[in-house]
Nanobody
């Protein structure tokens, strides 16, 4: 059974930091890229960051570059993906979800339809 479970969300003041985790199991996720997406109230889900299967390549949306860092740990049965978020801003407030790629080869790391498995999300709230 495929499971992606996020944790680490919460309420933080502007300028603060949070570290999100996503534990993925039930599939050989170590062979697939992983991504983080977010959805704010009234807005569409948007790409935040992605990491290749080996961790050798990372991708970010422009607004989080230099503030967020994605990383991963490919253990035997469970892959854990992290999103370190620093210098948080109120506009970062959203539900953050991790996702696993549909296939080993991807056209775009930022495209929602490139991901087949999703977690339920964790709320991040940044107060001003």
């Amino acid at each position: 059974q495929v499971q992606l479970v996020e944790s680490g969300g919460g309420l933080v003041q502007a300028g603060g930091s949070l570290r999100l985790s996503c534990a993925a199991s039930g599939r050989t996720f170590s062979s697939y890229a992983m991504g983080w997406f977010r959805q704010a109230p009234g807005k569409e889900r948007e790409f935040v960051a992605a990491i290749s299967w080996s961790g050798g390549s990372t991708y970010y949306r422009d607004s989080v570059k230099g503030r967020f860092t994605i990383s991963r740990n490919n253990a035997k049965n469970t892959v854990t993906v992290y999103l370190q978020m620093n210098s948080l801003k109120p506009e970062d407030t959203a539900v953050y979800s991790c996702a696993a790629a549909r296939a080993a080869t991807m056209t775009s790391f930022a495209a929602l339809n490139e991901y087949a498995f999703w977690g339920q999300g964790t709320q991040v709230t940044v107060s001003s």
